[in-house]
Structures are given as structure tokens and as C-alpha cells.
């Protein structure tokens, strides 16, 4: 037998994955092609039945590129914070319509666990990644990515030393925009609470927080200035340090919704009313923040269209790869809620 006839791959037909997937032929068809009529929940058990045959479409002239594992990865700092899980929900529902399934890692913002993911997803072959969980200052993962010619775009966060895509809101424009109210409220003892700052989104928001605050006159000192895992834990855990101080401030600006639940819950367990002894604000805008149950005051972004507009970039980059790079500013607006101060909204009978 000739040796090198050994190491040829068996292609595997399309017949062959729609019998292993239980589906027919032409359901393979639609969703090899990106075409409509097939279900989320089908074309990603075709997709995961495709790839793990090792089956790859026939090369013709309007046939998807061959060399497509039709996966990509996101790669989240956790899926804790709803603000990550609905950008996964809607980075997979925006791909499965374009035929792509998602591999979905978190890295607990830990810079040698996001570079063993980048290894992970890079080993698994993946067409490309879209990271919300890069850090400022660790370029390890990205460069892996790079080594192995897989686009990426950055979401939310972005490295300062490697050039990428990216999607996000104007976080110093965001914040100046709710310190500027929350000042508004007359408030004077202030302090902020925001997630790590090697995310390049909550240094950029405790940047804005502060020198807006300094422009009116108001001071917020080093121990006023808090960081802290992005979650209601870490919020609640600054809450803890905040509000056992000899001056505890009468405000609390947040970089994070989750951040400013976690602080209103500490508030409420000790006895204290928001707004009338704490005022509290956020940023993401989470539907539940929002609701009359909390009645957070907050940044909006728009975790759909941020998600959708990652997603095109990175199949652009797919299909047609460039060496240049195009940053996305995403609307953001501000919600008042009652947590600030506000009277709640009229309610028409």
C-alpha cells in the first residue's frame, strides 16, 4: 500500500452528515450555504455534527471557502453579569444566521487563562473570535490569535498595544454624561465604584467620573475610588469598605449595573433608603436595572446592535481579510430611574 495513501483524509459526503445529524440532505445544503428556512437549534446540531465527521463543503463557484470551520469563539469575562450573557445571546443568534455556531469561553479577566483559551480556540481551528474580555496591558492571547491568522474584534474592551476591530459606546462620554446628572442632584460626597482597570472600558469610565466631578468643584479622594470584580459581589463588597468609612459618601457612582446592585443591596441590609440616605447610578443598562422593582438610574448601550455590528465585522474579516482596522461607536443614552434621586415617572390612569 503506498504509505502516503494512509495519512489522505476520508471526505466525508453531505449525505453522510445528514444521516449522522438525522436531517436531510438539503437541510445540510441550507445551512453549509448560510440559507434561510432551517432552525437555530438545527443548523447549530448540523454545524456541531458537521464538524465533529471532519466534513467540509465541495469547492464550486458560489461554495462556501472549504477551509471554514463555520465556528467562532467569543470569549466573555464571565457569564455572571447578564451585560456579557446578552452579548452572547445575541452574537449567537446573529451568527447562526449566517450558518457559523459559537464556542463560548470566559477568562475570570485572568491574563493567563484568557492566553490558554486563545490556545484553546486556535487548536479547535476557529474562523474567528470576538473578545469582550481583553485586557489593556496583556497582549498574549491576541498575538496567539494572530500568529494563527484568526480575525478577531474586540467588544467592549480592547488592548492598547495590539490593533484590532472594535465595537463599543463612548465610555468617557457616557460617564461625563451621568456624573454631570448625578451632580446635578446637588450631591457633593461622592464616590465611585468601578470594575478592574485593565478593562479599558472602567478606566475610561473612572477617567470620566472623576475629572467631571473635579470641573464642579467636587473632589473624590483615592480611598473614595474603588475597583472591583465586575458583579454584584464586588459591588456589594464596596459597599462594605465604602459605607463603614467615618464620612460615607451620599452618592455612589457606578461603572456597572451589576456593580450598583451589589452596593444597593449592602445599603438596603444595613438599614439604609436609596435614594434618601444613598443615592446609587449605574452603566449597561440591563432591562432588569431598569425595571419599577429597582428603578436604576444608568447608561444604556445597545447590547443588540453592538453585538450584531461585532458580528459583521468578523465575518467580513472572514470572507475578506484587510489590513485595516475600523472602530464602531454605538449610540448610548442615559435612563433615569428613581436610584438618583428623580421622582418617579407620572403614571397615566
Same mark, same amino acid.
Given at each position: 500500500m503506498d504509505p502516503a495513501s494512509t495519512s489522505r483524509p476520508i471526505k466525508v459526503s453531505a449525505a453522510a452528515v445528514a444521516r449522522a445529524a438525522g436531517v436531510s440532505p438539503a437541510t445540510v445544503s441550507y445551512v453549509m450555504n448560510g440559507q434561510q428556512g432551517v432552525s437555530d437549534e438545527t443548523r447549530r446540531h448540523v454545524v456541531k455534527v458537521a464538524n465533529e465527521l471532519g466534513f467540509r463543503p465541495s469547492a464550486g463557484k458560489d461554495a462556501p471557502d472549504p477551509r471554514l470551520t463555520r465556528v467562532v469563539g467569543m470569549i466573555l469575562p464571565n457569564i455572571v453579569n447578564?451585560?456579557?450573557?446578552?452579548?452572547?445571546?445575541?452574537?449567537?443568534?446573529?451568527?447562526?444566521?449566517?450558518?457559523?455556531?459559537?464556542?463560548?469561553?470566559?477568562?475570570?479577566?485572568?491574563?493567563?487563562?484568557? =492566553?490558554q483559551t486563545a490556545n484553546t480556540l486556535a487548536a479547535r481551528n476557529v474562523d474567528g473570535v470576538v473578545i469582550a474580555a481583553a485586557l489593556s496591558d496583556d497582549s498574549r492571547a491576541l498575538r496567539t490569535l494572530r500568529q494563527h491568522r484568526i480575525p478577531y474584534v474586540y467588544l467592549s474592551r480592547r488592548s492598547n498595544h495590539v490593533p484590532g476591530d472594535f465595537v463599543g459606546i463612548d465610555d468617557d462620554a457616557a460617564a461625563t454624561q451621568l456624573m454631570h446628572h448625578v451632580l446635578g442632584h446637588g450631591y457633593t460626597e461622592l464616590a465611585t465604584v468601578i470594575g478592574p482597570r485593565f478593562s479599558t472600558a472602567s478606566l475610561a469610565r473612572e477617567e470620566a467620573f472623576v475629572r467631571t466631578a473635579k470641573a464642579a468643584g467636587v473632589?473624590?479622594? #483615592?480611598?473614595?475610588?474603588?475597583?472591583?470584580?465586575?458583579?454584584?459581589?464586588?459591588?456589594?463588597?464596596?459597599?462594605?469598605?465604602?459605607?463603614?468609612?467615618?464620612?460615607?459618601?451620599?452618592?455612589?457612582?457606578?461603572?456597572?449595573?451589576?456593580? =450598583?446592585?451589589?452596593?444597593?443591596?449592602y445599603a438596603l441590609a444595613i438599614g439604609l433608603s436609596i435614594p434618601e440616605d444613598l443615592a446609587v447610578v449605574g452603566?449597561? #443598562?440591563?432591562?432588569?436595572?431598569?425595571?419599577?422593582?429597582?428603578?436604576?438610574?444608568?447608561?444604556?448601550?445597545?447590547?443588540?446592535?453592538?453585538?450584531?455590528?461585532?458580528?459583521?465585522?468578523?465575518? #467580513?474579516?472572514?470572507?475578506?481579510?484587510?489590513?485595516?482596522?475600523?472602530?464602531?461607536?454605538?449610540?448610548?443614552?442615559?435612563?433615569?430611574?428613581?436610584?438618583?434621586?428623580?421622582?418617579?415617572?407620572?403614571?397615566?390612569r
Open positions: 447578564p451585560m456579557y450573557t446578552g452579548w452572547a445571546q445575541s452574537i449567537i443568534t446573529a451568527t447562526s444566521e449566517q450558518g457559523f455556531d459559537v464556542f463560548v469561553a470566559t477568562s475570570q479577566d485572568d491574563a493567563d487563562t484568557l =492566553a473632589t473624590i479622594a #483615592g480611598q473614595r475610588k474603588v475597583s472591583t470584580r465586575l458583579n454584584s459581589e464586588g459591588g456589594l463588597t464596596a459597599a462594605k469598605r465604602l459605607l463603614a468609612s467615618e464620612r460615607p459618601p451620599r452618592a455612589i457612582v457606578c461603572g456597572s449595573d451589576e456593580i =450598583a446592585i451589589g452596593v444597593m443591596e452603566s449597561d #443598562g440591563l432591562p432588569h436595572s431598569r425595571s419599577s422593582l429597582i428603578g436604576m438610574t444608568t447608561i444604556v448601550q445597545p447590547v443588540r446592535q453592538m453585538a450584531e455590528r461585532a458580528v459583521e465585522l468578523l465575518l #467580513g474579516q472572514i470572507t475578506d481579510p484587510r489590513s485595516t482596522y475600523t472602530h464602531t461607536v454605538c449610540d448610548h443614552r442615559l435612563y433615569l430611574g428613581t436610584s438618583c434621586g428623580c421622582p418617579p415617572p407620572s403614571t397615566a
